[in-house]
C-alpha cells in the first residue's frame, strides 16, 4: 500500500507506532550493549586471574630438576589451593583426560574422573573443559551452577593448558547471574517507561489528530456542497495554521464567485 493512499489519520498513527518502536528497540540494543560489556569485563578478568596461575605452575615446573617432580608437583598443588580471590573464589587442576589434579573445595574429587560430572541442568561442562584445553589449550565455556541451597545460577569458566607434560589444565569459575539479573530488571524498566511513553505518545497523538483530521472532515463536507453547485457555503474558519488559511482562501474564492 502507497503512503499516499493511506488517511492522514492512520499516517499520524503510524508516526506514533514508529516512534514507540524504535524507542523500544534502542533502549533493549544499549541494555544489551551494557551486558555485554559486563560479560567481557567478567571474561578478561577470569583469564587474568587463571593465567597469572598458569605462570605459578610453570614456575615449579621449572624447578624439576632442583625439586624432583614429585615435590615440584606437590609444591604446586599446595600453592594453588590455598589461592583465593574476590574473597572465595578458587582455583583448580584437571587432565585433558577429565582426571581431577585438585579441586580445593570439594577434595573428594581429587584423583577422581569428572566425565560423569554435569552441571545443574544436566550439562558435561567438565567434559567440555578437557575438550577446550585438548582442542585451543584455552577458552570460556559457560554452564549452570547449582547453588547447596538448589538455586540455579549461570556461570563462566576459564580453563588453559599450564604445562603440557604435566598435562594439567588450570581452571576457574565466575558467576554471571547477577549480570543477567541486571539486565532483565532493566529491561522490565525499559518496558514499563516506553509503554508509559507509548501512551503519552498516543494521547498526544489523539488530540493532534482530532484537531487535524476533524477540520479536513469539515473542509471536505463543505467542498462536497460547493462542487454540488451551492455557493453560497462559508468555511468561517478561526484557525491561524495552514488549514484556516486554506478556508480563509477559500471563503474569498467563493465570495469572488458568486459576485460575478
Known amino acids: 500500500m502507497k503512503l499516499s493512499n493511506l ?9 506514533i507506532v514508529l516512534a514507540f518502536v524504535l524507542l523500544t528497540v534502542t533502549s533493549i540494543y544499549n541494555l544489551n550493549e551494557q551486558r555485554l560489556a559486563s560479560l567481557n569485563e567478567r571474561e578478561q578478568k577470569l583469564s587474568a586471574q587463571v593465567e597469572t596461575v598458569v605462570s605459578l605452575v610453570r614456575y615449579y615446573h621449572n624447578q624439576v630438576d632442583t625439586l624432583g617432580e614429585a615435590v615440584a608437583k606437590q609444591a604446586a598443588i599446595g600453592a594453588v589451593t590455598s589461592l ?27 584423583g577422581n574422573n569428572s566425565r560423569s560430572f554435569q552441571d545443574g541442568n544436566g550439562k558435561y561442562h567438565w567434559r567440555e573443559m578437557g575438550a577446550i584445553a585438548s582442542s585451543s589449550g584455552s577458552g570460556f565455556l559457560d554452564y549452570v551452577y547449582k547453588t547447596p541451597g538448589g538455586k540455579l545460577q549461570e556461570k563462566i569458566s576459564y580453563v588453559s593448558l599450564a604445562v603440557d607434560d604435566w598435562q594439567w589444565v588450570v581452571g576457574s ?13 532493566q529491561a522490565i524498566k525499559v518496558g514499563i ?16 489528530s482530532r484537531d487535524i483530521v476533524n477540520p479536513l472532515q469539515h473542509l471536505m463536507d463543505k467542498l462536497k456542497l460547493i462542487a454540488d453547485g451551492d455557493l453560497r457555503v462559508r468555511l468561517h474558519a478561526k484557525r491561524k495554521d495552514e488549514l484556516g488559511q486554506m478556508s480563509s482562501e477559500m471563503d474569498r474564492v467563493l465570495e469572488k464567485l458568486q459576485s460575478t
Open 7 to 15: 488517511s492522514v489519520k492512520y499516517k499520524l498513527l503510524s508516526l
Open 173 to 185: 569459575g565466575l558467576l554471571v547471574a547477577d549480570i543477567h539479573a541486571a539486565f532483565y530488571g
Open 84 to 110: 583465593r580471590y574476590d574473597d572465595n573464589n578458587y582455583f583448580w587442576i584437571l587432565k585433558p583426560n577429565l582426571d581431577v589434579v585438585l579441586h580445593p573445595m570439594k577434595p573428594e574429587y581429587n
Open 193 to 208: 517507561t516506553a509503554f508509559i511513553m507509548s501512551v503519552i505518545l498516543a494521547v498526544f497523538g489523539f488530540l493532534i
